[in-house]
């Protein structure tokens, strides 16, 4: 069974430019979580999604980031324009449902350096 | 508002110590708590995921305890080796509509 897929792996940018990632989580998994992981920290959550229903994005910075998650399957998380601050892996994990007791699976990351 | 804690921060052992790491978290009533391990550059594999009820899990030499009531949970690594070597996280979890909160994590090295 295929884990959760990330793309692209390593991302270098300009401030003020705008940047996109991409997961693919395992299939059949209804709960999407997008995490921001600094160095030497644990992961934060920016957003978590139930199917196409974002439940949780009270941490996500609106007014650079944003995010879908079409059909309930593939998500997508942008971020215009993006920061020096914004350098940093994004993690992508999903989990089943109720019956897993939400035990999440991760993706390898994006690392994004803005320069 | 829930605050995990990882203890220590940093750990260095020979090869085939027993040891343990630690994770306390601040509110007790968590619905479940998850032991992760993470390589350099790599993203997060799952370990153990102790639900509320239970108090221990196991797999190979890895043994995960949780009590509730203090508000710690360990994770027990039975005759350490060199490719035990990363960083461990610990998260938690208050219920099934809430998201989890993570430790800054315990580095691990086990030298040969």
């Known amino acids: 069974e295929a884990g959760v897929v990330q793309s692209p792996r390593y991302k270098i940018i300009e401030k003020k430019q705008p940047v996109a990632f991409w997961c693919n989580p395992i299939?059949?998994?209804?709960?999407l979580y997008w995490y921001l992981q600094n160095l030497g920290q644990g992961p934060e959550l920016l957003i978590r999604?139930?199917?196409?229903?974002?439940?949780?994005d009270s941490q996500l910075p609106k007014d650079r980031f944003s995010a879908e998650r079409l059909k309930g399957v593939d998500s997508t998380l942008k971020i215009q324009p993006a920061e020096l601050g914004d350098s940093a892996v994004y993690l992508c994990?999903?989990?089943?449902?109720?019956?897993?007791?939400?035990?999440?699976?991760f993706g390898p990351g994006t690392r994004l350096t803005v320069l | 508002k829930q605050e995990v804690t990882q203890i220590p921060a940093a750990l260095s052992v020979p090869e085939g110590e027993n040891l343990v790491l630690n994770c306390s978290f601040t509110d007790s009533a968590i619905y479940n708590l998850q032991w992760f391990r993470q390589d350099p550059g790599k993203g997060l594999t799952s370990l153990l995921l102790i639900q509320s009820s239970q108090r221990e899990q196991t797999s190979g030499r890895l043994n995960a305890s949780l009590d509730k009531s203090s508000g710690r949970s360990t994770l027990y690594i039975a005759a350490s080796q060199p490719g035990d070597s990363a960083t461990y996280l610990c998260?938690?979890?208050?219920?099934?509509?809430?998201?989890?909160?993570f430790g800054k994590g315990t580095r691990l090295l086990v030298k040969p």
């Open positions: 994990a999903s989990s089943l449902d109720v019956s897993s007791y939400n035990e999440q699976f």
């Open positions: 999604y139930e199917n196409e229903e974002a439940v949780d």
């Open positions: 998260a938690v979890t208050q219920g099934q509509g809430f998201s989890f909160i």
């Open positions: 299939s059949g998994h209804n709960t």
